[in-house]
Nanobody, 121 residues
Framework: QVQLVESGGGLVQPGGSLRLSCAPS????????MGWYRQAPGKQRELVAA???????NYADSVKGRFTISRDNAKNTVYLQMNSLKPEDTAVYYC???????????????WGQGTQVTVSS
């Protein structure tokens, strides 16, 4: 079973930076749109940023100008560079990718296990 593996979360002070990474646990057939979502305690999961296979991006208004999503198609890896972090960015961040894992599998969305980002002094 293919999983999305995330890394890069942690504790950072307000104004600081973190970089999240996410990639499939093994080689896959094809990968399409990738993105990052987050869920804070007591709140619904929300889209943070997304990127298509062609590189088009979309951001939540709350992170525009502070976060940058990018991808390395050769490595099937998506990144989220988070700058000028605020306490309200504290949440569990989840990677999402639209993939075909092998020639006989349908195209569908996969989720990572989540990585905690805490912004606090």
């Amino acid at each position: 079973q293919v999983q999305l593996v995330e890394s890069g979360g942690g504790l950072v002070q307000p104004g600081g930076s973190l970089r999240l990474s996410c990639a499939p646990s093994r080689s896959i057939f094809s990968i399409y749109a990738m993105g990052w979502y987050r869920q804070a305690p007591g709140k619904q999961r929300e889209l943070v940023a997304a990127i298509t296979s062609g590189g088009s991006t979309n951001y939540a208004d709350s992170v525009k100008g502070r976060f940058t999503i990018s991808r390395d198609n050769a490595k099937n890896t998506v990144y989220l560079q988070m700058n000028s972090l605020k306490p309200e960015d504290t949440a569990v961040y989840y990677c999402n990718a639209d993939m075909i894992t092998n020639w006989s599998s349908p195209r569908r969305a996969y989720w990572g296990q989540g990585t905690q980002v805490t912004v606090s002094s």
